[in-house]
């Protein structure tokens, strides 16, 4: 009977040995993943997702009765990787899918999942773009209010607005997703907001002081002098396209065909940030749509006249539906980290170099102490609110639920 026991603790012994020497060495189990898909000892992010379809097709019918997670929603593969800091990763070794392995686990848990990319983010990408593409055309619809009194006031309004929302977009989101950094986890938008709020605290201090010392420097440029009539062609020939005449298209100055072709490209990288944006999330894309219908506002007409400048912005525009089909599938496929990346660093140009010194020619045009601090008033109005918009977004869109 000794020898008996002594023969089954040893057998005991033996078999927890055994199993925790598999135990120990629990990448064996993840590398048959490997070998079921990958190659050169890694998978892609489609076999991760093709894996994710499957764990959830073999799941039970049971799992969906009075389960606590039923409201939440199923993580795609390019989302559980950008949440452990895989963003930038196309090829999965056995570390990696160590790492991320709970949360491929709990779409067994899940009932939402398998995840399916939503058909919304087409139909609101190009409703985004669609908008853009019409508030671009608003110059048109404005000229005849150019020469009103109140219309420098409005323009420097939305200039403002467009300024606010564009930076903030960028500090806050566009720029910080390229890092891969998330609003909740990261802490990341209180020291954004401060990044704003420098820029701001100088462009408030500067413009007191000026107005204070009285140091503006006038200037006799002016934004609102009439354009020079289009002079009609003297020797009666004939415009090849009669919906275009006015001046012939070959006789439009060569800075205008390089503000179209700068404009076209503009389009496209605005389509690419807002098919990236929608990927994301619905309420990014939005935030992202936000800032560019802010600062789509009348583009320079050259020496074109009207049916002639709709041609051409018609033109351009189709550049940022293109962007926006190449923005969708590059980040329902790809990490749009470097999307992000380059639509920050062309905002936050656009808002510094091109949009406000427009805004500080406006009011530097005015005369009376009076006006110089109305305009500067309206200045500060439309910074703030678009700011205040981009940073609500932020720190609410998990709380919004668009679809």
């Given at each position: 009977?000794?020898?008996?026991?002594?023969?089954?603790?040893?057998?005991?012994?033996?078999?927890?040995?055994?199993?925790?020497?598999?135990?120990?060495?629990?990448?064996?189990?993840?590398?048959?993943?490997?070998?079921?898909?990958?190659?050169?000892?890694?998978?892609?992010?489609?076999?991760?997702?093709?894996?994710?379809?499957?764990?959830?097709?073999?799941?039970?019918?049971?799992?969906?009765?009075?389960?606590?997670?039923?409201?939440?929603?199923?993580?795609?593969?390019?989302?559980?990787?950008?949440?452990?800091?895989?963003?930038?990763?196309?090829?999965?070794?056995?570390?990696?899918?160590?790492?991320?392995?709970?949360?491929?686990?709990?779409?067994?848990?899940l009932p939402s999942c398998p995840y399916t990319a939503p058909t919304t983010?087409?139909?609101?990408?190009?409703?985004?773009?669609?908008?853009?593409?019409?508030?671009?055309?608003?110059?048109?619809?404005?000229?005849?209010?150019?020469?009103?009194?109140?219309?420098?006031?409005?323009?420097?309004?939305?200039?403002?607005?467009?300024?606010?929302?564009?930076?903030?977009?960028?500090?806050?989101?566009?720029?910080?997703?390229?890092?891969?950094?998330?609003?909740?986890?990261?802490?990341?938008?209180d020291k954004a907001v401060g990044i704003f709020g420098g820029f701001y605290?100088?462009?408030?201090?500067?413009?007191?002081?000026?107005?204070?010392?009285?140091?503006?420097?006038?200037?006799?440029?002016?934004?609102?002098?009439?354009?020079?009539?289009?002079?009609?062609?003297?020797?009666?020939?004939?415009?090849?396209?009669?919906?275009?005449?006015?001046?012939?298209?070959?006789?439009?100055?060569?800075?205008?065909?390089?503000?179209?072709?700068?404009?076209?490209?503009?389009?496209?990288?605005?389509?690419?940030?807002?098919?990236?944006?929608?990927?994301?999330?619905?309420?990014?894309?939005?935030?992202?749509?936000?800032?560019?219908?802010?600062?789509?506002?009348?583009?320079?007409?050259?020496?074109w006249n009207k049916l002639q400048a709709v041609f051409f912005n018609l033109?351009?525009?189709?550049?940022?539906?293109?962007?926006?089909?190449?923005?969708?599938?590059?980040?329902?496929?790809?990490?749009?980290?470097?999307?992000?990346?380059?639509?920050?660093?062309?905002?936050?140009?656009?808002?510094?170099?091109?949009?406000?010194?427009?805004?500080?020619?406006?009011?530097?045009?005015?005369?009376?102490?009076?006006?110089?601090?109305?305009?500067?008033?309206?200045?500060?109005?439309?910074?703030?609110?678009?700011?205040?918009?981009?940073?609500?977004?932020?720190?609410?869109?998990?709380?919004?639920?668009?679809?």
């Amino acid at each position: 009977m000794f020898h008996l026991r002594c023969f089954i603790i040893w057998a005991f012994a033996a078999a927890c040995h055994s199993i925790n020497a598999i135990a120990a060495d629990g990448q064996e189990f993840l590398e048959n993943i490997l070998h079921f898909y990958g190659e050169n000892k890694s998978i892609s992010t489609d076999d991760l997702s093709d894996l994710l379809q499957l764990i959830s097709a073999r799941r039970s019918d049971l799992i969906s009765v009075n389960n606590p997670l039923e409201n939440q929603e199923c993580p795609s593969a390019e989302q559980i990787l950008s949440l452990f800091g895989f963003t930038n990763v196309s090829q999965l070794t056995v570390g990696h899918l160590g790492t991320i392995c709970p949360a491929v686990l709990t779409q067994v848990l899940l009932p939402s999942c398998p995840y399916t990319a939503p058909t919304t983010v087409w139909g609101y990408g190009f409703l985004a773009v669609t908008v853009i593409n019409l508030s671009s055309l608003l110059g048109l619809l404005l000229i005849p209010f150019t020469k009103k009194p109140y219309f420098p006031k409005v323009l420097t309004y939305f200039i403002g607005l467009a300024i606010g929302t564009l930076f903030s977009n960028a500090v806050l989101q566009l720029i910080p997703e390229a890092l891969g950094f998330d609003p909740k986890a990261d802490n990341y938008v209180d020291k954004a907001v401060g990044i704003f709020g420098g820029f701001y605290l100088l462009f408030f201090m500067e413009r007191i002081l000026k107005m204070c010392l009285r140091v503006e420097h006038q200037h006799g440029h002016s934004h609102f002098t009439p354009a020079e009539p289009v002079q009609e062609n003297s020797d009666g020939q004939a415009v090849m396209c009669h919906w275009l005449r006015g001046k012939r298209i070959t006789s439009i100055k060569t800075v205008a065909w390089m503000v179209t072709l700068s404009d076209a490209l503009h389009n496209f990288i605005d389509g690419l940030a807002i098919g990236a944006s929608f990927t994301v999330s619905i309420l990014t894309g939005f935030s992202t749509s936000t800032a560019i219908v802010c600062e789509e506002f009348p583009h320079e007409l050259g020496d074109w006249n009207k049916l002639q400048a709709v041609f051409f912005n018609l033109l351009s525009a189709v550049s940022c539906y293109i962007g926006l089909v190449f923005g969708i599938l590059l980040g329902s496929n790809f990490a749009p980290n470097a999307i992000f990346a380059i639509a920050g660093g062309m905002f936050l140009y656009i808002a510094l170099a091109d949009m406000f010194p427009e805004m500080d020619g406006i009011a530097r045009e005015q005369k009376e102490t009076s006006s110089k601090i109305v305009f500067f008033l309206i200045q500060n109005a439309g910074l703030l609110t678009g700011f205040a918009i981009i940073l609500l977004i932020t720190l609410y869109a998990g709380n919004i639920n668009l679809g």
